[in-house]
């Protein structure tokens, strides 16, 4: 099953997002691996602190959790890991984009030559599409603001939007959280 989770800074969609994870794992008797895939770097001490109360919260859970640091190749990762009686939450998405645009040089962004992107995200789009495991996907809902001025911020505005739209349409299940309220935009058939 494949969940995405959406949502603005400050909604509260990683903490729903584990708290999905907790869910999957209370109603399996059976047992289940617990995966954290962290896409973000800490490039400046305000990103560092970010990052370390991920880690505290996760520390403080229940759950055991396994942390793989993953900034760029998702898609390997994740098929490199897949099994069944696994969770795997991937935060964020957002984040792993802005890795990959980082990588370009302005030259490449203005001739829109991302086609490494497109590769990687057509590679993740595959590989969640086979996924036995049960996997959450935490993205910024990016859209609901106002055009960014700076070619870069556009880019990832746009290059957001279109991996979020992705995700929804093979994904299970999609949630919005605002105010740290889910709201369902997808549900599982069940």
């Not at 584990?18 to 490039?43: F, L, N």
Request: charged share 15%; net charge negative.
């Amino acid at each position: 099953m494949i969940h995405l989770v959406l949502g603005g800074a400050r909604s509260g969609k990683s903490r729903f997002a584990e708290q999905q994870v907790a869910d999957i794992i209370a109603a399996q008797p059976q047992g289940m691996d617990v995966i954290y895939i962290a896409t973000a770097t800490a490039g400046d001490d305000e990103m560092s602190s970010r990052i370390a109360r991920h880690q505290q919260d996760r520390q403080a859970s229940q759950l055991l959790w396994q942390t793989i640091e993953t900034p760029l190749a998702l898609a390997d990762c994740l098929s490199k890991i897949d099994k069944t009686h696994q969770v795997i939450l991937v935060d964020c998405l957002t984040l792993y984009l802005t890795n990959h645009l980082l990588s370009f040089t302005s030259e490449q962004l203005q001739s829109g030559t991302l086609s490494r992107w497109q590769t990687e995200k057509q590679q993740l789009l595959s590989t969640l599409a086979k996924m036995q495991s049960h996997v959450v996907l935490v993205s910024n809902e990016v859209g609901s603001g106002i055009v960014p001025m700076g070619q870069l911020s556009r880019e990832f505005v746009d290059q957001a939007g279109w991996l979020n739209q992705a995700v929804a349409s093979l994904a299970d299940q999609v949630s919005l959280v605002v105010a740290g309220l889910p709201l369902s935009l997808k549900a599982p058939n069940l």
